[in-house]
T-cell receptor, first 114, second 115 residues
Framework: EAGVTQFPSHSVIEKGQTVTLRCDPI?????LYWYRRVMGKEIKFLLH????????ESGMPNNRFLAERTGGTYSTLKVQPAELEDSGVYFC????????????FGPGTRLTVL | GNSVTQMEGPVTLSEEAFLTINCTYT??????LFWYVQYPGEGLQLLLK?????DKGSNKGFEATYRKETTSFHLEKGSVQVSDSAVYFC??????????????FGQGTILTVHP
């Protein structure tokens, strides 16, 4: 069974540009989460989808971030326009509908904003 | 709000040494507690978990006990190996509410084990 995959693995962009990160959860997992780790700091929650609906978006930092999960399968996280402080590693995780206790994480996307 | 505090790293040990990484938390009610590990070049993996007070989670020789009275979930291993070199994250998930899926992480502890 394939794990959580994320694309791209690395992205380097200029301040003011737009970047879109993609996450493919484990097949059949209704829950999908986004987290990010800014350099040297703790991993912080961004949001939680249940199927295509946003269950909790309390961690989204501002309106430059837009997350979608059309059809309840893969998800995208768009940053527009990117700022220097958006640099970090963005992790996606998924979990089955009845097993909230274990979230399976992807390898992360390292975003660098210059 | 909820928070997790981990001991500052990095931690450097010789092979077969005893490991303790301290973790304390602040949360209402009875959260679930987790240790995740990130090996070089990989994503986070669940190492162990405990869902209620006095539960002991264990895996790969690592153990942690959910202590409600001290709000702690310290990670221990009796004899570390070079292959245990990684970053370790303590985390909690609330018992309920709208944010039931939200993991709150500590800052991570880098462990390096030398032969």
């Amino acid at each position: 069974e394939a794990g959580v995959t994320q694309f791209p693995s690395h992205s380097v962009i200029e301040k003011g540009q737009t970047v879109t990160l993609r996450c493919d959860p484990i097949s059949g997992h209704d829950n999908l989460y986004w987290y990010r780790r800014v350099m040297g700091k703790e991993i912080k929650f961004l949001l939680h989808f249940v199927k295509e609906s946003k269950q909790d978006e309390s961690g989204m930092p501002n309106n430059r971030f837009l997350a979608e999960r059309t059809g309840g399968t893969y998800s995208t996280l768009k940053v527009q326009p990117a700022e220097l402080e958006d640099s970090g590693v963005y992790f996606c995780a998924s979990s089955p509908s009845q097993a909230y206790n274990e979230q399976f994480f992807g390898p992360g996307t390292r975003l660098t904003v210059l | 709000g909820n928070s997790v505090t981990q001991m500052e790293g990095p931690v450097t040990l010789s092979e077969e040494a005893f490991l303790t990484i301290n973790c304390t938390y602040t949360a209402t009610g009875y959260p679930s507690l987790f240790w995740y590990v990130q090996y070089p070049g990989e994503g986070l993996q669940l190492l162990l978990k405990a869902t209620k007070a006095d539960d002991k989670g264990s895996n790969k020789g690592f153990e942690a006990t959910y202590r409600k009275e001290t709000t702690s979930f310290h990670l221990e291993k009796g004899s570390v190996q070079v292959s245990d070199s990684a970053v370790y994250f303590c985390a909690l998930r609330p018992a309920g509410g709208t944010s039931y899926g939200k993991l709150t992480f500590g800052q991570g502890t880098i462990l390096t084990v030398h032969p």
